[in-house]
């Protein structure tokens, strides 16, 4: 990658690029599984209890980029294994609030995780960043439709799905009426799982939704959309 917009000491960016190297390196050897990421059931937990399935670095650039041009303080991350993707996040939203005059006190980020395993390596990620990045983070562990049913402040500002298919709609629902005017929904790979994500893009595309939905051209489809429900 030749240019990053990412602002973080030194040691983040290098423990940021091995962990990407690591989830590349395992997903390449479990291709031949990656049609069972349609399915919640008991042996795709197996198969990924020990994986990292991170979200793609370009993507994870873009995520915190867009949340530094919103000026966004209020994120959800919806499926946080190893806690690649939510490193960004935290770094991100604690760049918006020092800028911010009188910021939350509380951490920007909800994380959630029903793996205790994975919810224990995420920590210790974060706590390799720093506690700069630690205290950004919020993580909710068990699962998501339960953790995120309670505690989450209205004025969500952006909501990242990287979550089994089967759990994306739900996710949408539990949130919806925290989402501020103009929060954004990013969703990955909404091209190589389409037939996974049908129902959350009918809900997105029904007249009247309030949602507005873009498909980004990155690796697999990364969906890019806008809530902006009529007064
Ligand atoms: C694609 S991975 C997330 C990768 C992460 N965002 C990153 O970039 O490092 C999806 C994660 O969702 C978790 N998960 C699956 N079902 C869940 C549920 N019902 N509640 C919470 N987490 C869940 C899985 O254990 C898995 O670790």
């Known amino acids: ?25 395992q997903e390449d050897r479990i291709k031949g599984d990656k049609a069972r990421f349609v399915s919640t059931d008991a042996s795709l937990d197996d198969l990924m209890r020990d994986k990292f399935i991170a979200l793609d670095e370009d993507k994870c650039h873009f995520v915190y980029q867009l949340i530094r041009a919103m000026g ?29 005059d009188g910021a939350k006190v509380k951490p920007g ?3 959630t995780e ?12 974060w706590a390799q960043c720093g506690s700069e990045v630690e205290a950004e983070i919020d993580l909710r562990e068990g699962n ?5 049913a309670t505690d989450v402040e209205q004025g969500v500002d952006l909501l ?3 979550i089994w298919t089967p759990l994306a709609l739900p996710t949408v629902k539990v949130i919806q009426s925290k989402l501020r005017p103009g929060a954004v929904i990013l969703t990955d790979h909404t091209l190589t799982a389409a037939a996974g994500y049908k129902e959350l893009l009918d809900y997105f595309e029904a007249p009247d939704s309030g949602f507005h939905s873009l498909t980004l051209p990155y690796s697999g489809g990364f969906e890019m959309t806008v809530y902006n429900p009529r007064k």
């Open 1 to 25: 990658m030749s240019r990053s917009p990412i602002e973080a000491p030194q040691h983040v960016l290098a423990l940021l690029n091995k962990l990407h190297k690591l989830s590349i390196e």
């Open 144 to 148: 998501l439709l339960e953790t995120l």
């Open 114 to 125: 029903n793996e205790p395993s994975k919810a224990a390596r995420a920590r210790q990620h």
């Open 72 to 100: 966004a303080t209020s994120v959800i991350e919806a499926g946080t294994s190893f806690g690649v993707s939510t490193i960004y996040l935290a770094l991100a939203v604690r760049e918006n609030k020092k800028s911010r």
């Open 160 to 162: 990242l799905l990287d």
């Open 109 to 111: 980020v909800i994380a």
